[in-house]
């Protein structure tokens, strides 16, 4: 099956600051997914994006999806953004949403 | 509208024991799907149905069963709990397969 992988595993900020994550995944894709998950737990669907730019406030997402990466900018970053964030793609023969492990990150005042 | 609602948050389980996950959707999603999430991992997929009237399995199937028992709701059963099913479920939907999908809060199932 497909593998995802995302980068860095863990990444810590001071408030304000801006970050760059990564997901690679390793076959065509006809979906792309971007998750934060906060400390409660709870999974926010953040962004669709199977390819090209999308903008949603400080967080803005590209997916090149012929080199088979996406990248999730953060900026002016706040402490309510710690959590992990996860990619998921779904390969272009399937149905199914495959997800990476994660980004760590951790937000302080 | 509430989205995606699973109940129950929280569940303890003796080894053997059965139990139903529920789980049901207002955004007339067509698809739905279970997941089960471990420490340090990502979200790994059990079993997914893509419209009402069909199931079938993802990543991790073995030891569950699934009912997509109409549009809105879809449950998970564990017919024999075992300790490596401690985990934290999530139910989620989307309009369809290959399409933006929305989770629900979790239950946190551990089985001892």
């Known amino acids: 099956g497909i593998q995802v992988e995302q980068s860095p595993p863990d990444l810590i900020l001071q408030e304000g600051a801006n970050s760059t994550l990564r997901c690679n995944f390793s076959d065509s894709v006809n979906n792309l997914q971007w998750f934060h998950q906060n400390p409660w737990g709870q999974l926010i669907n953040l962004f669709y994006?199977?390819?090209g730019t999308k903008q949603n406030g400080r967080l803005s997402a590209t997916t090149v999806a012929t080199e088979r990466y996406s990248l999730l900018y953060i900026s002016s970053s706040q402490t309510t953004d710690s959590g992990v964030y996860f990619c998921a793609v779904g390969e272009a023969s399937g149905s199914r949403l495959t997800f990476g492990e994660g980004t760590q990150l951790t937000v302080n005042p | 509208n509430a989205g995606v609602t699973q109940t129950p948050k929280f569940q303890v389980l003796k080894t053997g024991q059965s139990m139903t996950l529920q789980c049901a959707q207002d955004m007339n999603h067509n698809s739905m799907y279970w997941y089960r999430q471990d420490p340090g991992m990502g979200l790994r997929l059990i079993y997914y149905?893509?419209?009402?009237?069909?199931?079938d399995k993802g990543e991790v199937p073995n030891g569950y069963n699934v009912s997509r028992l109409n549009k809105r709701e879809f449950s998970l059963r564990l017919e024999s709990a075992a300790p490596s099913q401690t985990s934290v479920y999530f139910c989620?939907?989307?309009?369809?397969?290959?399409?933006?999908?929305?989770f629900g809060s979790g239950t946190r199932l551990t089985v001892v």
């Open positions: 149905s893509a419209s009402e009237g069909t199931t």
């Open positions: 994006i199977p390819s």
């Open positions: 989620a939907s989307s309009e369809r397969t290959v399409f933006k999908i929305e």
